[in-house]
C-alpha cells in the first residue's frame, strides 16, 4: 500500500476519553452496547487496528472523517486537531507565520500574550495527553502476561511485540512535545490505575529523563531503519527523536548534551537516507516517494484521512488574496497564513526556497486581519511531480514530515559548532549538500568562515519553515520570548515589541490546575 491505512476501530470502550475540561484521568462510563478491551484483543487484527489508531490520532481529528465522533470536545474540531494544534504552537507563535483570524484567543498566539485559559492551548494540552493516554493502554493491553493468556504466539506475537514498541516510541514523541510546549507536567504510565486518580506532576528534567530511556530500550525492539511500511516509525525515527531532545537537552536539564545528538545523528546517517534531488517534491501531493529523505511522516489521503487540520488546514489556510486555488492543487482557500517580513528578509534574494507569492501583496503586515498584508507561503501543495492535483480538492494527499534527513545534517553542523565534537569539514559538506540541492549547483554553497551559529539558526528558518521547529530553535538560541529578537506582531505591536520569559513555555490550562492539586502552574502564569 501506498500508505497505512487508518482502520476505524470502537476505542472508546477502554481507552481514556478527554474532554476540554479533563478534570483528572477518569475513563468514561459506557452503556451495555460498548465492548471492553478483553473482547476487543480476542481478534488477533485488532492489535494492527488500534496501532493504527495511535497513528491517525496524529493525522485526524476522531473517528469520523472530516469531523464527527471527536476525540476531544470544547473546541471546533477542525480546531482541535493535533498536527494543527502543533502548527499554531510552533509556527504562529514564531516569526515565520501570522494568522489574520479573529477565533476567539488566536491572535494571542502570534502576539505572545496568550494566558491559561487560552483555548487553542487547552486543545493542544490535551491533544497531547490523549494521545499519551491510548499509547498507555495499548501498551498495558500488550504484556508478555497478557499475550500468553491470549494465546497469542508466532509470528502474530513478534509482530505484537513491535507494534508494542512502536506504541511506547510514539508515547514518548507526544511527551517530547508535553515537555517541549508544557515543561512540568503530570505523568503518567501504564503502571497507573485506571481510574479516577490525580496524576503527580514530574519536572522537565525527570521528564527528559524518562524519554530518553524509553527511546533508548525500545531502539532494539522497533524494526531496523528504512525497513517499515510507509508511514510506521523505526531506529531511524527513535534516533532521530533522541538527538531532537540531545539539541535541548539544556533548556530542560541544564546540561548540555551535544556530543549525544551528533552519536545518534551519525546512527541515522549510516542507514543509507538521501537528500531528495528536488526541495519542492517535499511537500507536494506524491511526497511519499521522498521517503530516502523523510524519516517519520503523518500520511495524508485526501479520501482516506479527512480532516480540516493537517496539511488540509496548512494549504487552504495559506492561499487568498490574488491567488489561484488551482495552483496549489485545491477547491478554496481560507485566507489566513502569511509570513512574516523579517522572516521574508532571511532569504537570499535568489534562494529558490523562498517560495512566496507575492502579487498584490504587501511584505509588511500593517493589518493583520487583512491577507494581502504580508506575502503568502506556497510550500505545501496539492499538486503532484506531474502537476496534477491530489485525489480530492477539499482534502489534500500532502503528508507532513515531522522528520526528514536535511533537518538532521543542519543538526549535526550545529551540535559541531557548539562543541559536541564531529567534524567540522564535513558539517560544512552537509550544509553545502542543502544549498546544493537548492541551487540545482554550488553557487550558493558557503565557505567554512560563514558556518556559524547565527548561520545555522537563518538556515534553519530557510530551509524547515512551516515543519514545526521554529519555536524549539528560537528557544535554543534564547530568541523566542524576550527582546533579543523582535518581528511583526510580537507583543501584539505592528512593529514588534519583547515579550515575558514566561511565554518561553506555555501555560498548563487553569482548569487541570484547579482539578488536580498535585500540579503547579509554570511561572508567571
Not at 478534570?23 to 493504527?52: G, K, N
Not at 478554496?332 to 497564513?337: F, K, T, V
Amino acid at each position: 500500500m501506498k500508505k497505512i491505512t487508518f482502520l476505524s476501530v470502537i476505542t472508546a470502550a477502554f481507552l481514556f476519553l478527554f474532554s476540554s475540561c479533563m478534570d483528572d484521568l477518569d475513563t468514561v462510563p459506557l452503556d451495555d452496547t460498548e465492548v471492553t478491551a478483553a473482547e476487543i484483543f480476542e481478534d488477533p487484527d485488532a492489535y494492527r487496528q488500534i496501532l493504527a489508531k495511535l497513528y491517525a490520532g496524529l493525522a485526524v481529528s476522531g473517528q469520523e472523517g472530516p469531523a464527527g465522533m471527536a476525540d476531544i470536545s470544547g473546541i471546533d474540531e477542525g480546531f482541535g486537531q493535533y498536527l494543527r494544534g502543533f502548527f499554531y504552537h510552533q509556527v504562529i507563535t514564531t516569526d515565520e507565520a501570522v494568522i489574520g483570524w479573529d477565533d476567539e484567543t488566536i491572535r494571542d498566539l502570534v502576539y505572545q500574550s496568550w494566558t491559561p485559559s487560552d483555548i487553542f492551548i487547552q486543545a493542544m494540552y490535551y491533544r497531547i495527553f490523549y494521545q499519551i493516554a491510548l499509547a498507555n493502554e495499548y501498551i498495558r493491553q500488550t504484556t508478555d502476561g497478557l499475550l500468553d493468556d491470549r494465546g497469542v504466539t508466532g509470528d502474530l506475537r513478534e509482530e505484537v511485540e513491535v507494534f508494542r514498541a512502536e506504541a511506547r516510541y510514539l508515547r514518548a514523541f507526544s511527551y517530547w512535545h508535553a515537555l517541549e510546549l508544557f515543561g512540568n507536567v503530570p505523568f503518567v504510565t501504564e503502571q497507573d490505575p485506571i481510574g479516577a486518580f490525580l496524576p503527580e506532576q514530574t519536572t522537565e528534567s525527570d521528564l527528559f529523563e524518562y524519554i530518553e530511556s524509553e527511546l533508548l530500550e525500545v531502539i532494539p525492539l522497533m524494526k531496523e531503519a528504512r525497513t517499515s511500511e510507509y508511514g510506521r516509525v523505526d531506529r531511524a525515527a527513535a534516533w532521530m527523536l533522541l538527538a531532537k531532545l540531545y539539541m535541548n537537552a539544556e533548556l530542560y536539564t541544564g546540561q548540555a548534551r551535544y556530543a549525544d545528538a551528533i552519536t545518534y545523528l551519525e546512527e541515522l546517517f549510516a542507514a543509507g537516507y538521501s537528500l531528495e534531488e528536488e526541495y519542492q517534491h517535499l511537500f507536494m501531493a506524491d511526497n511519499y516517494l521522498a521517503d530516502s529523505e523523510i524519516i517519520m511522516a503523518v500520511p495524508y489521503h485526501g479520501i482516506e484521512t479527512q480532516t480540516y487540520g493537517g496539511t488540509t488546514f496548512i494549504i487552504k489556510a495559506s492561499i487568498g488574496g490574488d491567488m489561484s486555488v488551482g495552483d496549489l492543487g485545491v477547491d478554496d482557500g481560507w485566507g489566513g497564513l502569511r509570513a512574516t517580513p523579517q522572516f521574508v528578509e532571511l532569504f537570499e534574494e535568489d534562494d529558490p526556497r523562498a517560495l512566496f507569492f507575492t502579487d498584490g501583496q504587501s511584505m509588511e503586515i500593517n493589518n493583520l486581519g487583512d491577507f494581502q498584508n504580508g506575502y503568502a507561503v506556497t510550500k505545501f501543495t496539492n499538486l503532484d511531480r506531474q502537476g496534477n492535483s491530489g485525489s480530492n480538492l477539499e482534502f489534500v494527499d500532502t503528508d507532513f514530515p515531522f522528520f526528514r534527513l536535511a533537518d538532521a545534517y543542519l543538526m549535526y553542523a550545529e551540535a559541531v559548532l557548539r562543541g559536541g565534537g564531529g567534524s567540522e569539514s564535513q558539517a560544512l559538506e552537509y550544509v553545502n549538500a542543502i544549498r546544493e540541492r537548492a541551487w540545482g549547483n554550488d553557487s550558493g554553497n558557503i565557505s567554512s568562515g560563514n558556518l556559524t551559529l547565527d548561520f545555522i539558526l537563518d538556515e534553519r528558518g530557510r530551509e524547515l519553515y512551516w515543519e514545526g521547529h521554529r519555536r524549539t530553535d528560537l528557544r535554543r538560541f534564547n530568541k523566542f520570548a524576550g527582546d533579543q529578537y523582535i518581528w511583526s506582531w510580537k507583543g501584539e505591536s505592528q512593529g514588534g515589541l519583547g515579550t515575558s520569559e514566561r511565554f518561553n513555555l506555555f501555560p498548563i490550562p487553569d482548569a487541570d490546575v484547579t482539578a488536580n492539586p498535585n500540579l503547579v502552574q509554570n511561572p508567571g502564569y
